[in-house]
């Protein structure tokens, strides 16, 4: 089974100050055709999870262009330019390359 | 765009049976793979269970296999989550998925988890 694993697991920033969050697979997750399949999600408090980035580093519909995806193989970053109030939640990767497994999970507070 | 509404939830004593379903607004559901994702109380996101549009197949998380079933009613725009030999520790919010697709231009296509329910809770105490 692939294992996740993120870093850090709680996020204090700055509104106004840009954050990375680090998602780890324990086998690559680079696939055959050169795409690499990996997602993010945000919980917000009290809500569902939404889509941020799909295939690693495709911001999904309506997602602000602050929030980017990057890396390859098996170390991803979600990299947010200038983090906002509303950014508060839970960031979870996810693979996609056997069933799907999530990450722990990274709480983002505002401090 | 399709939204999706969880029921079914409640308190079960351990070893019992529960069935959820996950009622589609759209036609279209029947194109739709779904998941099933859990999340027990205070934690994390856990990956549960995939269907194909057309039900032909299936696939579990190492924790439920054997123990759910998921199925699906095109004709009802719905999806099911049979649970038995219920468990503490299944204790969570169970969320249905839709997975959206892109399509690789080389052929196949890729699957994300893009409209979710807003979920229902499920409780296994004595």
């Known amino acids: 089974d692939i294992v996740m694993t993120q870093s850090p697991l709680s996020l204090p920033v700055t509104p106004g100050e840009p954050a990375s969050i680090s998602c780890r697979s324990s086998q690559s997750l680079l696939y055959s055709n050169g795409y690499n399949f990996l997602d993010w999600y945000l919980q917000k408090p009290g809500q569902s999870p939404q889509l941020l980035i799909y295939l690693g580093s495709y911001r999904a519909s309506g997602v602000p262009d602050r929030f980017s995806g990057s890396g390859s193989g098996t170390d991803f970053t979600l990299k947010i330019s200038r983090v906002e109030a509303e950014d508060v939640g839970v960031y979870y990767c996810?693979?996609?390359?056997?069933?799907?497994?999530f990450g722990q999970g990274t709480r983002l507070e505002i401090k | 765009q399709v939204q999706l509404v969880e029921s079914g939830g409640g308190v079960v004593q351990p070893g019992r049976t529960l069935i959820l379903s996950c009622a589609a607004s759209e036609f279209t559901f029947r194109t739709y793979v779904m998941h099933w994702v859990r999340q027990a109380p205070g934690k994390g996101l856990e990956w549960v269970a995939i269907i194909s549009h057309d039900g032909t197949n299936r696939y579990y998380a190492d924790s439920v296999k054997g123990r759910f079933i998921i199925s699906r009613d095109n004709g009802k725009n719905t999806l099911y989550l049979q649970m038995n030999s219920l468990r503490p520790e299944d204790t969570a919010v169970y969320y249905c998925?839709?997975?959206?697709?892109?399509?690789?231009?080389?052929?196949?296509?890729?699957?994300?988890?893009?409209?979710w329910g807003k979920g229902t809770t499920v409780t296994v105490s004595s």
């Open positions: 996810m693979q996609a390359l056997e069933t799907r497994t």
């Open positions: 998925a839709t997975e959206g697709r892109y399509d690789f231009s080389s052929g196949g296509y890729y699957g994300f988890l893009d409209v």
